[in-house]
């Protein structure tokens, strides 16, 4: 699991991604603007039952989208741990890469903090079945109200670090919904790290921050919430669980995309896509699960190169992972010789 160190580190990150000076002032005078919203790019709601919240995603829209009535095939692209819907398209050239494509729809959710998974246990009135709201309520909205290639050779899932780890295991948890599955600096390991924690007792509860940190999430918070704009789904506090997310060992297992590969036949895996920057710990993660493919002669694209866990290295690999998984599906359907 990403630990509350790292944690912060992203939420600070990110607040430097959200934020745009004409000139390099000192950091107590940076004036915080919302990123611009890139063309083609639509923010849209809808009421998720899984959940029980409305919940917004953003969409990008292929050039041409509303003056043609072609089918387009979808790539859902899920954020990191306490970034949102709003990051890969408005701050890290996902909408950019997508538009360039051409004839391809781009859904970018929401998951606040929940690793995308059926929490075990719920507290304080919430809803917590995080999976059950994207590969059932989100895709079912998406379908309905988009013209998507609604089959599994027209749909693929990608993410980073939480992202990544989470569209490993929906993909593997349901392969019949996704021709295809990628990772960027993915977090592969947290349900193992959470069955270990498990196994010998140890707390899985969020931790509390010192005051000190506690303070500078809240001024990150105070600007972000505004942009995410989910009532009761906004600051860092609203977007992760008060329950529990695994119980049990057998649950952790249960999501683990290292366990559960296993499971699926070769006949049925979708197409695995992976990556991680070489001065990024996960990349250890990242090659752990190379060697499983290797080992079981399963097919897979994986790349290297150099960079960190930071928003300057998901703004390269993202390019090269959309257009593969844009490929694989093109494929898929019958279009390339």
């Known amino acids: 699991m990403i630990s ?3 944690d912060l580190l992203s939420m ?36 998720s039952p899984a959940v029980g919240r409305s919940m917004k995603f953003d969409i990008v829209l292929p050039p041409g989208y509303r003056d043609s009535k072609e089918r387009y095939p979808v790539l859902y692209l899920l954020h990191g741990y306490m970034q949102n819907y709003t990051i890969w398209g408005r ?11 051409g004839d391809l729809i781009l859904v970018l959710p929401d998951g606040g903090n929940t690793w995308f998974v059926n929490y075990a246990a719920s507290e304080n009135g919430q809803r917590d079945n995080w999976e059950d709201y994207l590969v059932g309520d989100l895709i079912q909205y998406v379908d309905q109200n988009f013209r998507t290639i609604a ?41 193992r790290t959470a069955a270990d924690a498990l ?33 009761g789904f906004s600051t860092q506090q609203e977007r992760t669980p008060a329950g529990a997310q695994f119980a049990t060992p057998e649950q952790a297992v249960a999501y683990d995309p290292f366990e559960i590969i296993y499971s699926v036949p070769k006949s049925q895996l979708p197409h695995i896509y992976l990556d991680a920057g070489t ?39 993202i390019g090269h992972m959309m257009t593969v998984q844009y490929e694989v599906m093109q494929r898929a359907l019958g279009n390339r010789p």
């Open 279 to 317: 001065e990024d710990e996960l990349i250890a993660e990242a090659r752990e699960f190379m060697q499983v493919l290797l080992i079981n002669n399963v097919p897979f694209d994986f790349m290297q190169e150099r960079g960190r866990h930071n928003a300057e290295f998901w703004r390269r690999s």
């Open 4 to 6: 509350p160190s790292r």
């Open 91 to 101: 701050n890290l050239g996902a909408a950019f890469y997508a538009r360039n494509l």
């Open 12 to 47: 600070l990150a990110l607040l430097m991604w959200l934020t745009t000076a004409i000139a390099q002032p000192p950091a107590s005078e940076l004036q915080l603007q919302p990123a611009p919203i890139p063309e083609g790019l639509e923010t849209a709601e809808f009421f």
């Open 199 to 231: 196994r010998q007792g140890i707390d899985l509860r969020p931790r509390t921050h010192s005051p000190e940190i506690q303070a500078q999430i809240a001024e990150a918070d105070q600007f972000i919430a505004a942009i995410i704009d989910i009532p």
């Open 151 to 191: 089959t599994r050779e027209g749909r693929a899932i990608g993410g980073l670090s939480m992202g990544g780890y989470a569209a490993f295991t929906l993909a593997l948890r349901h392969p019949d919904l996704f021709v295809s599955m990628g990772s960027t600096s993915g977090a592969l390991s947290h349900a």
